[in-house]
């Protein structure tokens, strides 16, 4: 069980998190939605012990994680899965060696070994024998997200964190990396956070769903229910309308202008 | 009134100018040293990456001798020309040989190597570990289990570290080498009074000192370097300050050791 409780954080005066709430339960996949620059990076980067929150509470499984090394985490919860948002691939490294780092220089696995494993990761999302060559400024956006994402699960980690899987994918290509996402949370039994802003992948992927607007989850609740809610937020953010209580400077200065 | 007010407000501004600036850079200076004192601990502690340390020594060490050694080659030679003239001539035979080796094997080859490498190596560190942090390349290796200090940081130094002492060795030879090219080529010296002073002079606290500073220089421009590409931010353009930093920091860097361990040896030989 991933939780937060309270998590504050700023940067400046850009106060990012105020009082953010999130839990996932064990063997389950919870979708955190938001708007562009909401936050929802900075939560998953707290998580995984790469930002420190300024207050609040983080948990896996009831034990306390804020300022956690990275080896005490390693050693309490095994690797953590973490596909970033722009993949952050080793840029020095061809494909297959990005999705083998984990193996070989994390748990020491040997490199042929390693190879057949990332092999099969990438078959998993979709990219053929001939990828695994290619050095990551070689791909597309679409096939280093692939990559990453591939990385991310490589080690069969009990705990994954997605930072928006299926943005600049193709439809079909989506489907795939949610059936991918879905397979690994119930036949591996792991925990997923994931973060998307596409509403058909949400209905594919979450058990639960977290909507964080303006630093503060304001909405909790199980996927069945985003359909039946009123609250007005998450009725506009699955609708994609632009009236409603979210607001965009942007429309502000074209109603102005009409 | 206002008239009177206009220079205390700048004298106000400066001072807080001053005040802001000096805190930030004893700030910084604490960090550098804080990220001297975790580099050593990860050079230490297992595991080491014996793979990674060689491709660095490679690296910083092999592709470097091009430039170690025209530097040198060509600093003996003005050495050589220099002291001529400046002692018109007079007891050349001598002193010229003595003044040359004792310029470069101190001196001339350490501080040049290490400014050379600063440029060549240091700068490079800092653009590539910047690029790294700035494209969280950085942030997914410690998701993945990876102590980046340990992969990234601890291979650097430890070759830096190294490979300075040896490219310096190489290039005392080759300093000494075009002082004698002047010598015997140009001036007319004769060769074998020329080798017969050269080693005559030669003494090994004076070689020792010059591999010590060799040494000092290797860590201090690769922990910079280092320092300054993992604490980048902002994208390209902050990678580029960084690597300015670098270069110039540790530039000044070499030149205030250079003195002390000078002053240290100094010490020791009286
Ligand atoms: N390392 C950082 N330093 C300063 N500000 C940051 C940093 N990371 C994120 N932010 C700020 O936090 C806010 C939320 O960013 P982010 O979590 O990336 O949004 P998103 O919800 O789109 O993922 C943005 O305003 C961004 O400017
Ligand atoms: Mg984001």
Redesign the pocket.
């Known amino acids: 069980m991933i939780k937060m409780q309270n998590i504050s954080k700023a940067?400046?005066n850009?106060h990012?998190l105020k009082d953010f709430n999130l839990e996932a339960k064990k063997g389950s996949s919870l979708v955190i939605l938001?708007?562009?620059?909401?936050?929802?990076?900075?939560?998953?980067?707290c998580l995984l012990g790469l930002?420190e929150p300024d207050s609040g509470d983080m948990t896996i499984n009831k034990t306390r994680i804020n300022g956690l090394s990275q080896k005490q985490r390693t050693r309490t919860f095994g690797q953590i899965g973490m596909l970033f948002?722009n993949a952050a691939l080793f840029d020095s490294l061809n494909v297959w060696r990005n999705v083998a780092f984990g193996l070989i220089e994390g748990q020491g696995m040997n490199p042929e070994q390693a190879h057949e494993i990332a092999l099969l990761k990438l078959a998993q999302v979709g990219l053929q024998e001939s990828v695994a060559e290619l050095l990551p400024n070689e791909l597309s956006g679409g096939m280093r997200k692939r990559v990453g994402l591939a990385r991310a699960i490589a080690t069969e980690p009990k705990i994954l964190f997605f930072?928006?899987p299926t943005t600049g994918l193709d439809p079909i290509m989506g489907q795939v990396i949610d059936e991918l996402i879905v397979s690994c949370v119930k036949e591996l039994g792991a925990t997923a956070v994931t973060?998307t802003h596409d509403m058909q992948s949400l209905r594919r992927i979450a058990d639960d769903v977290v909507m964080?607007f303006e630093g503060r989850d304001i909405w909790h609740g199980s996927v069945q229910e985003i359909d039946s809610t009123d609250n007005p937020y998450i009725r506009q953010f699955v609708e994609g309308s632009s009236e409603g209580p979210i607001t965009m400077p942007l429309f502000k200065l074209g109603a102005k202008g009409s | 009134m206002s008239l009177v007010r206009v220079p205390i407000n700048i004298l106000r501004l400066i001072l807080r100018l001053i005040g802001g600036n000096t805190w930030r850079m004893i700030e910084e200076i604490g960090a550098i040293f804080r990220f001297c004192v975790l580099s050593l601990i990860a050079i230490v502690q297992p595991p080491f990456y014996f793979r990674l340390f060689l491709q660095q020594l490679l690296n910083v060490g092999y592709y470097s001798l091009p430039v170690v050694g025209l530097t040198t080659l060509f600093s003996g030679m003005v050495m050589a020309l220099q002291t001529y003239s400046g002692f018109s001539g007079v007891g050349a035979e001598a002193t010229l040989p003595r003044v040359v080796s004792i310029a470069i094997v101190r001196e001339l080859a350490p501080v040049l190597a290490g400014l050379m490498l600063a440029g060549r190596v240091g700068a490079a560190m800092t653009a590539e570990l910047g690029t790294m942090r700035v494209t969280e390349q950085i942030d997914a290796m410690h998701t993945l289990g990876i102590n980046p200090m340990r992969y990234l940081v601890a291979p650097r130094i430890l070759a830096c570290t190294i490979a300075l002492p040896i490219l310096v060795a190489l290039g005392d030879s080759l300093g000494i080498y075009g002082g004698y090219l002047i010598a015997v080529y140009k001036l007319g010296l004769n060769s074998a009074n020329f080798i017969d002073h050269v080693l005559d002079s030669l003494q090994w606290i004076g070689v020792f000192s010059g591999l010590c500073k060799a040494a000092a220089f290797g860590f201090t421009l690769s922990i910079i370097g280092c320092y300054f590409g993992f604490h980048s931010?902002g994208g390209a353009a902050g990678v580029g300050i960084a690597t300015t930093n670098t270069v110039v920091i540790s530039s000044i860097l070499i030149l205030i050791l250079n003195f002390i361990i000078t002053e240290i040896f100094f010490q020791v030989q009286l």
């Open positions: 940067f400046g850009n990012v938001g708007g562009s620059g909401s936050g929802k990076s900075v939560c998953l980067k930002l948002q930072d928006e973060i964080l | 931010r």
